[in-house]
Nanobody, 128 residues
């Protein structure tokens, strides 16, 4: 059974930085897509960044140039480095894994239902 546990959220001022971590346990295959999603109150869950089975990184337009997804396979950990944070980045951030072979993260990240495994989320709040 796959388990994902996020950490690193918190409250920062606009322009600040945070680094989210997602510790994975169980069978996480390199063929899975690993991604970060976020959901603000009253809004739909949206994809933030993804790493696909080929190692290709995809970032949402809203965060490109500010956020960077990475992974440490030796530690089974996924990261999201978030710089130049804005109040509109405030949301619950979730780590997710597809649970199936995923060749195109850019396609997978458009549909949260393509991801089988989810963490419990970590809250990020950015004040102006």
């Amino acid at each position: 059974q796959v388990q994902l546990v996020e950490s690193g959220g918190g409250s920062v001022q606009s322009g600040g930085s945070l680094r989210l971590s997602c510790a994975a346990s169980g069978y996480i295959y390199s063929s899975y897509c690993m991604a970060w999603f976020r959901q603000a109150p009253g809004k739909e869950r949206e994809g933030v960044a993804v790493i696909d089975s080929r190692g290709t990184l995809t970032h949402a337009v809203a965060v490109k140039g500010r956020f960077t997804i990475s992974q440490d396979n030796a530690k089974n950990t996924l990261y999201l480095q978030m710089n130049s944070l804005k109040p509109e980045d405030s949301a619950m951030y979730f780590c997710a894994a597809t649970g199936w072979t995923c060749y195109s993260g850019a396609n997978a990240i458009r549909n949260p239902t393509d991801f089988r495994y989810w963490g419990q989320g970590t809250q990020v709040t950015v004040s102006s």
